[in-house]
């Protein structure tokens, strides 16, 4: 069974810092990587999403990594704002099991002005 | 409507008692998950459809969980006989093909 795990479990830097998170997976057969992010009492919200066959991807000051081999990626954010603070998941597409996502517990990033 | 709506946004009940949640995809969208999250936790896989038919109920932590998508589009989560571990957020998700999904903001469920 995929298991998804994300250190830190939360995360507390001043703003202006570049910071990196992490998520680890067990099972490398997966179909793709995406990280969400969650604000209070909201749904979650698509930043990046990497196929299989991808190392990395970006979107303004996010960078997302995948090393499938190794079964990790990285979230990294340049130049952290206050408005960053949320609670940031990674999650896995198994390419043997349907379209379901499995998650990581997620990190909880405090960005403080 | 632009997102993926669920309702209602909050709900209480007592102990034993059933509960309804619905979720209101993107118009068009094939797929539809449900996930349940626990506080500070992530959310964890409940079931899938693909339109009309549900694929996959691996998830549903007991028979009291039943979820149907008749028309292929609107879906209702009903959870029988309300136990206080069934507290959670419960999740809708859609997408057009298995690509980008996109979440509800959710019903908080408060069973006392």
């Known amino acids: 069974k995929q298991e998804v795990t994300q250190i830190p479990a939360a995360l507390s830097v001043p703003e202006g810092e570049n910071l990196v998170l992490n998520c680890s997976f067990t099972?490398?057969?997966?179909?793709?990587l995406q990280w969400f992010r969650q604000d209070p009492g909201k749904g979650l919200t698509s930043l990046l999403l990497i196929q299989s066959s991808q190392r990395e991807q970006t979107s303004g000051r996010l960078n997302a990594s995948l090393d499938k081999s190794s079964g990790r990626s990285t979230l990294y954010i340049a130049a952290s704002q206050p408005g960053d603070s949320a609670t940031y998941l990674c999650a896995v597409r198994e390419g043997n099991a349907g379209n379901m996502l499995t998650f990581g517990g997620g990190t909880r990033l405090m960005v403080k002005p | 409507g632009a997102g993926v709506s669920q309702s209602p946004r909050y709900k209480v009940a007592k102990r034993g008692q059933d509960v309804a949640l619905r979720c209101d995809p993107i118009s068009g969208h094939v797929s539809l998950f449900w996930y349940q999250q626990a506080l500070g936790q992530g959310p964890e896989f409940l079931t899938y459809?693909?339109?009309?038919?549900?694929?996959?109920k691996s998830g549903l932590p007991s028979d009291r969980f039943f979820a149907e998508r008749p028309e292929g589009s609107v879906s209702t989560l009903k959870i029988q006989r309300t136990q206080q571990e069934d507290s959670a957020v419960y999740l809708c998700?859609?997408?057009?093909?298995?690509?980008?999904?996109?979440f509800g903001n959710g019903t908080r469920l408060t069973v006392t």
């Open positions: 099972d490398s057969a997966i179909y793709n």
């Open positions: 998700a859609s997408s057009l093909m298995g690509a980008e999904w996109h």
């Open positions: 459809f693909q339109n009309e038919a549900q694929l996959d």
